[in-house]
Protein backbone atom coordinates (compact mmCIF):
# COMPACT_ATOMS: atom_id res chain seq x y z
CA UNK A 1 0.00 0.00 0.00
CA UNK A 2 2.87 1.98 0.58
CA UNK A 3 4.59 1.56 -2.84
CA UNK A 4 1.69 2.36 -4.22
CA UNK A 5 1.37 5.43 -2.57
CA UNK A 6 4.33 6.72 -3.33
CA UNK A 7 4.15 6.12 -7.33
CA UNK A 8 0.87 7.75 -7.60
CA UNK A 9 2.14 10.67 -5.56
CA UNK A 10 5.53 11.05 -7.55
CA UNK A 11 2.84 10.66 -10.94
CA UNK A 12 1.01 13.87 -9.79
CA UNK A 13 4.33 15.63 -9.61
CA UNK A 14 5.57 14.64 -12.59
CA UNK A 15 2.18 15.74 -14.40
CA UNK A 16 2.02 18.95 -13.10
CA UNK A 17 5.53 19.75 -14.21
CA UNK A 18 4.74 18.12 -17.59
CA UNK A 19 2.15 20.59 -17.57
CA UNK A 20 3.96 23.61 -16.86
CA UNK A 21 7.42 22.33 -19.10
CA UNK A 22 4.40 21.99 -22.06
CA UNK A 23 2.95 26.04 -21.68
CA UNK A 24 6.87 26.90 -21.63
CA UNK A 25 8.22 24.77 -24.44
CA UNK A 26 4.93 26.19 -26.99
CA UNK A 27 5.86 29.58 -25.74
CA UNK A 28 2.09 30.34 -24.40
CA UNK A 29 1.88 33.48 -22.30
CA UNK A 30 -1.03 34.27 -19.77
CA UNK A 31 -1.77 38.18 -20.59
CA UNK A 32 -3.21 38.07 -16.71
CA UNK A 33 0.16 36.71 -15.27
CA UNK A 34 1.31 37.64 -11.87
CA UNK A 35 5.11 37.12 -10.42
CA UNK A 36 4.79 34.59 -7.85
CA UNK A 37 6.23 37.04 -5.28
CA UNK A 38 2.71 38.75 -5.82
CA UNK A 39 0.78 35.63 -4.75
CA UNK A 40 -1.27 35.21 -1.93
CA UNK A 41 0.51 33.19 0.29
CA UNK A 42 -2.00 32.21 2.85
CA UNK A 43 -5.26 30.56 2.32
CA UNK A 44 -8.16 29.58 4.99
CA UNK A 45 -10.93 27.19 3.95
CA UNK A 46 -13.65 25.01 4.70
CA UNK A 47 -13.40 21.79 2.94
CA UNK A 48 -16.58 19.52 3.08
CA UNK A 49 -15.84 15.62 2.70
CA UNK A 50 -12.19 15.22 1.60
CA UNK A 51 -9.06 13.97 3.92
CA UNK A 52 -11.16 15.34 7.41
CA UNK A 53 -13.74 12.57 5.96
CA UNK A 54 -16.78 14.90 7.10
CA UNK A 55 -15.28 18.18 7.08
CA UNK A 56 -12.16 20.14 7.78
CA UNK A 57 -11.00 24.01 8.48
CA UNK A 58 -7.67 24.34 6.89
CA UNK A 59 -4.74 26.68 7.11
CA UNK A 60 -2.34 26.71 4.20
CA UNK A 61 0.93 28.55 4.20
CA UNK A 62 3.32 29.24 0.47
CA UNK A 63 7.07 27.51 1.31
CA UNK A 64 8.46 28.21 -1.98
CA UNK A 65 8.44 28.84 -5.71
CA UNK A 66 9.46 26.79 -8.68
CA UNK A 67 9.54 28.05 -11.79
CA UNK A 68 6.97 30.64 -12.40
CA UNK A 69 3.79 28.44 -12.32
CA UNK A 70 4.43 25.99 -9.27
CA UNK A 71 4.37 26.72 -5.75
CA UNK A 72 5.13 24.19 -3.03
CA UNK A 73 2.50 24.33 0.22
CA UNK A 74 1.98 23.45 3.22
CA UNK A 75 -1.26 22.51 5.52
CA UNK A 76 -3.24 21.63 8.17
CA UNK A 77 -6.85 21.25 9.65
CA UNK A 78 -8.75 20.26 11.90
CA UNK A 79 -12.41 18.94 12.63
CA UNK A 80 -14.57 17.63 15.68
CA UNK A 81 -17.36 15.29 14.95
CA UNK A 82 -19.74 13.83 17.26
CA UNK A 83 -18.53 10.18 18.52
CA UNK A 84 -20.25 6.89 18.20
CA UNK A 85 -19.90 5.88 22.02
CA UNK A 86 -23.49 4.68 23.45
CA UNK A 87 -22.03 4.87 27.09
CA UNK A 88 -21.73 8.56 27.18
CA UNK A 89 -21.13 10.90 24.73
CA UNK A 90 -17.90 11.54 22.79
CA UNK A 91 -16.02 13.58 20.52
CA UNK A 92 -13.73 12.59 17.17
CA UNK A 93 -11.20 14.94 16.21
CA UNK A 94 -9.30 14.57 13.27
CA UNK A 95 -6.20 17.13 12.36
CA UNK A 96 -5.58 16.46 8.05
CA UNK A 97 -1.97 17.85 7.00
CA UNK A 98 -0.79 18.29 3.87
CA UNK A 99 2.70 19.15 1.13
CA UNK A 100 0.92 20.22 -1.98
CA UNK A 101 2.01 22.19 -5.42
CA UNK A 102 -0.38 24.37 -6.49
CA UNK A 103 -0.32 25.12 -10.43
CA UNK A 104 -1.68 28.17 -11.91
CA UNK A 105 -3.13 27.52 -15.30
CA UNK A 106 -4.34 30.93 -16.49
CA UNK A 107 -6.05 34.08 -15.19
CA UNK A 108 -7.54 32.50 -11.84
CA UNK A 109 -7.39 28.72 -12.92
CA UNK A 110 -4.98 26.76 -10.54
CA UNK A 111 -4.70 22.50 -10.05
CA UNK A 112 -3.91 21.67 -6.65
CA UNK A 113 -1.77 18.30 -5.87
CA UNK A 114 -1.82 17.39 -2.67
CA UNK A 115 -0.66 14.04 -0.40
CA UNK A 116 -0.89 14.00 2.93
CA UNK A 117 -2.00 11.84 6.05
CA UNK A 118 -4.80 12.70 8.94
CA UNK A 119 -4.91 12.27 12.68
CA UNK A 120 -7.82 10.25 13.91
CA UNK A 121 -8.20 10.56 18.21
CA UNK A 122 -11.58 8.87 18.89
CA UNK A 123 -12.92 7.19 22.10
CA UNK A 124 -14.52 3.28 22.11
CA UNK A 125 -16.20 1.83 25.15
CA UNK A 126 -14.40 0.18 27.59
CA UNK A 127 -15.44 -2.84 29.67
CA UNK A 128 -12.25 -3.27 32.24
CA UNK A 129 -12.70 -6.66 34.13
CA UNK A 130 -10.13 -7.79 36.69
CA UNK A 131 -9.77 -9.58 40.49
CA UNK A 132 -10.42 -5.79 41.86
CA UNK A 133 -13.75 -5.55 40.17
CA UNK A 134 -15.22 -8.88 40.17
CA UNK A 135 -17.58 -8.98 42.65
CA UNK A 136 -18.44 -5.61 41.96
CA UNK A 137 -21.97 -5.00 40.20
CA UNK A 138 -22.55 -3.18 38.30
CA UNK A 139 -19.33 -2.95 36.09
CA UNK A 140 -18.33 0.48 35.31
CA UNK A 141 -18.12 1.10 31.51
CA UNK A 142 -15.49 3.64 30.95
CA UNK A 143 -14.09 5.17 27.18
CA UNK A 144 -10.83 4.45 26.21
CA UNK A 145 -8.92 6.67 23.54
CA UNK A 146 -7.59 5.64 19.83
CA UNK A 147 -5.34 7.54 17.52
CA UNK A 148 -5.07 6.61 14.13
CA UNK A 149 -3.55 7.58 10.77
CA UNK A 150 -4.89 7.43 7.29
CA UNK A 151 -3.40 8.74 4.59
CA UNK A 152 -5.02 11.01 1.52
CA UNK A 153 -3.65 12.15 -1.80
CA UNK A 154 -5.79 16.11 -3.02
CA UNK A 155 -6.54 16.52 -6.54
CA UNK A 156 -8.25 19.82 -6.60
CA UNK A 157 -9.28 22.17 -9.32
CA UNK A 158 -9.30 26.23 -7.80
CA UNK A 159 -10.77 29.19 -8.71
CA UNK A 160 -9.20 32.25 -6.64
CA UNK A 161 -7.43 35.47 -7.83
CA UNK A 162 -3.84 34.93 -7.68
CA UNK A 163 -3.30 38.03 -5.18
CA UNK A 164 -5.82 36.98 -3.07
CA UNK A 165 -9.71 37.44 -2.46
CA UNK A 166 -12.32 34.28 -2.49
CA UNK A 167 -11.21 31.04 -3.33
CA UNK A 168 -13.52 28.21 -4.36
CA UNK A 169 -12.26 24.32 -4.55
CA UNK A 170 -13.92 21.10 -5.89
CA UNK A 171 -12.19 17.81 -6.58
CA UNK A 172 -11.14 13.99 -5.67
CA UNK A 173 -9.17 12.63 -2.44
CA UNK A 174 -8.29 8.84 -2.57
CA UNK A 175 -8.04 7.94 1.13
CA UNK A 176 -5.62 5.19 2.26
CA UNK A 177 -6.43 3.47 5.22
CA UNK A 178 -4.13 0.59 7.35
CA UNK A 179 -5.77 -2.12 9.35
CA UNK A 180 -7.76 0.20 11.85
CA UNK A 181 -7.83 -1.16 15.12
CA UNK A 182 -11.72 -1.15 16.26
CA UNK A 183 -12.96 -1.07 12.07
CA UNK A 184 -12.24 -4.19 11.12
CA UNK A 185 -14.75 -4.14 7.95
CA UNK A 186 -13.11 -0.60 6.58
CA UNK A 187 -11.61 -1.21 3.42
CA UNK A 188 -8.13 -0.43 2.50
CA UNK A 189 -9.33 2.12 0.12
CA UNK A 190 -11.83 4.74 -0.82
CA UNK A 191 -12.67 7.71 -2.83
CA UNK A 192 -13.80 10.88 -1.27
CA UNK A 193 -14.73 13.82 -3.06
CA UNK A 194 -14.83 17.00 -1.91
CA UNK A 195 -15.55 20.82 -2.11
CA UNK A 196 -14.76 23.62 -0.48
CA UNK A 197 -14.51 27.73 -0.10
CA UNK A 198 -12.27 29.97 1.52
CA UNK A 199 -10.08 33.27 1.57
CA UNK A 200 -6.48 33.84 0.10
CA UNK A 201 -4.45 36.65 1.26
Known amino acids: MKANHLFLSFLFLFVSLFCFSQDRLNGEV ?8 DYAQNNIYLELGGKGLFYSINYERGLFDI ?3 LSVRVSAGFSIFPGLTKVKPSKDYFLPLEVSLLHHLKGNHFLSYGVGSTYWNYQVNNLV ?8 QPLRVGLKT ?8 NIDYRYQKPKGGLMFKAGLTPLFFAKMQNFQKVKRFALSG ?3 VGYTF
Open 67 to 69: GDK
Open 30 to 37: DSNHVSHS
Open 194 to 196: NIG
Open 146 to 153: IEEWFGHI
Open 129 to 136: VDEGNLNV
